[in-house]
């Protein structure tokens, strides 16, 4: 079985854009086939996924045991190779929690307190602590919001990528360095052998976003979380990572949890959707039913958001039903609610 | 290139509340000199809405820098209000500020606000620099308090004892309680979220009726497409495309426009805006 940086690789060293029919094999291993839709009307359709979940969250729960109070009152969801699931909701909605009890990286005296996780078959409640460091970066990765907290300043970003294929795939500092390189190209940097040798100072956000999602993919895990990713970037250096991600996922057959606090972000990149608010899922289903038909007022506001203050309002009203309460209402109603 | 396009605001005879003409800026000095804003041309007319869009290093902060006197321009002329103030010095700039014509928000409102300081000694200080007696002073910011959703007794609390919506309230409060002419806004809802975006966009979007003017520097179309007149695109420290923000949206002109309009995240992303996203990449990058 080719491993996911290999696929990586390969597809882009054949400097192919566009899936191609040759990648039947691949198309086999991860079990989804993506269709790039060139119409725009039609959302991309994809075969009723036959593979098991990597991922399955079950009823969730996290406390936090200091406050004695639970802070995520379960989710639920499921992902297959190749799919994605994006988590939306304002800050301290839980989002972040659900997303760090799945790295099992939840900060002191939280804990999950209910429900279950999976990842690849595998719980995760008793796992010691290095089965875990086995399974991060292996199985399951992630990126942040704030790429450069997450790097060493003093230390060139090529050798931070190259580490991970040290520890991780056992290889030798030269084959390392190879395939560090290899996967700043993979990643679209312009320069690899260039950003290889550089330190963080000398590289934009957007660029470092780019070197932390190599490094995350290095090890070849199936799921990638990107927790507000994109939030810190330009709106244009925004999309050319969502971009990035959506290659990855028909590339490779990565599976996605992106979370954001927008709705519109979560919607140009996954199929289904999950609205948090207070740490409850008030909204969960596929993307298009959630744009067509918000059930909760916070879904509502969400959308309203985009449609009265956004570029929705000038752009074609064929796809998105208005929403029907008055944003500001909305607005006030879901803060007197708080 | 500049793409001007003709404004949506009426041709009235009146006075812009802002012009700027030509105004070029420079950072550094000798072999390090480098240009940041390259013969930038933009008139604002009273009660008119602006964005002003561009990424990371575009300018626009340098421009609203320039405008406030906080960055001296290199050349090119600055009115406001019918007064030249290129060539104003500090004391000039000090009695302009002080009559309270131009005030301006920041992204960050923790920062904006000094931590030491009341919400409600916070909004009566531009008054009292104005010269209003206290008691009237008190009585325009809590008159104020309700145009922008902030309840009385708020008044007492300090910056860091306020959610940050709350925060950003006060500082939009704070650069109109004195009823200026223009306002400029750097980033004010980016770090905000929904209901607090959609909140402030509808404040300000009321405070228009009063004829103020708004200038709204954002990195996001989306974030100022609802209530901006008119939207002008800078790009590499010249601005590229200036026009009443349906057109600009619908038809962008400059390849950076029409990347911006497609990278917005938006309910209608379509498959097809990727590989035009692409192009537009590149071509912008030959």
Not at chain 2, 6 to 30: C, K, M
């Amino acid at each position: 079985m080719a491993t996911l940086s290999e696929k990586v690789l390969t597809k882009s060293a054949r400097n192919s854009k566009t899936e191609q029919n040759g990648s039947g094999a691949e198309v086999e291993d991860t079990g989804a086939t993506s269709t790039t839709s060139t119409t725009g009307a039609t959302r991309p359709v994809r075969p009723a996924a036959p593979s098991t979940p990597v991922l399955s969250v079950r009823d969730i729960r996290i406390s936090d045991q200091a406050a004695g109070q639970e802070i995520v009152h379960g989710v639920n969801f499921t992902l297959t190779p190749g799919r994605s699931v994006g988590i939306v909701g304002e800050s301290g909605s839980g989002k972040t929690l659900t997303c760090r009890a799945t790295l099992g990286i939840l900060p002191a005296h939280f804990e999950v307190t209910g429900g279950s996780i999976e990842i690849d078959g595998q719980d995760i409640s008793g796992l010691s602590s290095a089965q875990w460091t086995a399974l991060r970066g292996a199985t399951i990765s992630a990126v942040f919001q704030d790429p450069a907290s997450y790097l060493n300043p003093s230390i060139r970003v090529g050798a931070q990528i190259a580490e991970v294929l040290k520890v991780k795939k056992g290889l030798k500092r030269r084959e390392a360095r190879r395939q560090a390189i290899d996967l700043l190209h993979a990643v679209h940097l312009r320069d690899p052998e260039l950003v290889y040798s550089q330190y963080t100072y000398e590289l934009s956000g957007g660029m470092l976003q780019r070197v932390l999602i190599a490094a995350a993919i290095a090890a070849d895990p199936r799921i990638l979380i990107a927790d507000e990713a994109t939030t810190a970037l330009d709106v244009t250096v925004q999309a050319e990572i969502l971009d990035l991600l959506a290659d990855l996922r028909e590339r490779t057959g990565l599976a996605l949890v992106l979370v954001s606090h927008d709705l519109a972000v979560v919607a140009q990149l996954c199929d289904e959707v999950l609205v948090m608010r207070q740490g409850e899922v008030v909204e969960q289903g596929p993307t298009h039913e959630v744009l067509h038909n918000p059930q909760h007022e916070y879904t509502r506001l969400l959308i309203a958001e985009h449609e009265q203050y956004g570029l929705d309002k000038f752009l074609g009203t064929d796809a998105v039903e208005p929403a029907k309460t008055d944003a500001l209402d909305t607005a006030d109603a879901v803060k007197e609610d708080a | 290139m500049s793409t001007d396009r003709p404004a949506s605001q009426p041709a009235e005879p009146t006075q812009p509340v802002l012009n700027v003409a030509d105004l070029e800026v420079h950072y550094g000095h000798r072999r390090r000199r480098r240009q940041v804003l390259n013969r930038v041309s933009l008139s604002i007319a009273p009660g008119e809405t602006v964005g002003i869009i561009g990424e990371t290093g575009s300018g626009k902060s340098t421009l609203a820098r320039a405008v406030l006197g906080l960055v001296r321009a290199s050349a090119g002329s600055i009115v406001i209000d019918g007064e030249e103030v290129g060539s104003y010095g500090h004391r000039q700039w000090r009695a302009l500020r002080r009559r309270g014509v131009i005030q301006y928000v920041f992204q960050d409102p923790l920062r904006s606000l000094d931590p030491d300081v009341t919400v409600e000694a916070s909004l009566a200080e531009p008054l009292l620099i104005q010269g209003v007696s206290r008691q009237e002073a008190a009585a325009r910011v809590r008159a104020f308090l309700d145009r922008v959703r902030l309840s009385p007794e708020l008044l007492d609390r300090l910056p860091g004892e306020l959610s940050g919506g709350q925060r950003q309230r006060v500082a939009v409060a704070r650069a109109l309680v004195t009823e200026p002419r223009l306002v400029i806004l750097d980033e004010p809802v980016s770090a905000l979220d929904s209901a607090n975006r959609v909140q402030i966009l509808q404040i300000l979007k009321e405070l228009r009726a009063d004829g103020v003017a708004l200038v709204f520097i954002s990195h996001d179309l989306g974030s100022v497409a609802g209530v901006a007149d008119r939207i002008a695109v800078l790009y590499q420290g010249e601005l590229v495309e200036v026009g009443a923000t349906g057109d600009v949206i619908n038809q962008p002109q400059h390849p950076y426009t029409r990347l911006l309009v497609r990278s917005a995240p938006t309910l209608h992303s379509a498959a097809a805006d990727r590989a035009e996203r692409e192009a537009l990449r590149a071509l912008l990058h030959a």
